[in-house]
Nanobody, 123 residues
Framework: QVQLVESGGGLVQAGGSLRLSCVVS????????MGWFRQAPGKEREFVAA????????DYADSVKGRFTISRDNAKNTVYLQMNSLKPEDTAVYYC????????????????WGQGTQVTVSS
């Protein structure tokens, strides 16, 4: 079994910053892309950002492009999401998951999304 543990969320004012972390435990592979997803109250889960297994190449949703940065440290089995210039519309529970490639984020590999981490942005 693979466990995904997200952390780093909190309450922040509009324009502020947060850095999220996702630690992957169990059998996984550095060949897998990693992605961040979020789900706001009453909304479906949506894609936020993804990074190639070896790092470097990234992909972002248009709504966060230029504000969020995804990175990873494979030695620590950890993926990060640096969120700057936060807006109230960014309020959501943030989750991480893996995909076989950057183009496969619509089919995450792990069924258990864990608890996620709550991000609340006040106006």
């Amino acid at each position: 079994q693979v466990q995904l543990v997200e952390s780093g969320g909190g309450l922040v004012q509009a324009g502020g910053s947060l850095r999220l972390s996702c630690v992957v435990s169990g059998r996984t592979s550095s060949n897998f892309a990693m992605g961040w997803f979020r789900q706001a109250p009453g909304k479906e889960r949506e894609f936020v950002a993804a990074i190639k297994g070896s790092g470097g190449i990234t992909d972002y949703a248009d709504s966060v492009k230029g504000r969020f940065t995804i990175s990873r440290d494979n030695a620590k089995n950890t993926v990060y999401l640096q969120m700057n210039s936060l807006k109230p519309e960014d309020t959501a529970v943030y989750y991480c998951n893996a995909a076989r490639s950057l183009s496969s984020t619509s089919a995450p590999l792990y069924a258990d999304w864990g608890q996620g981490t709550q991000v609340t942005v006040s106006s």
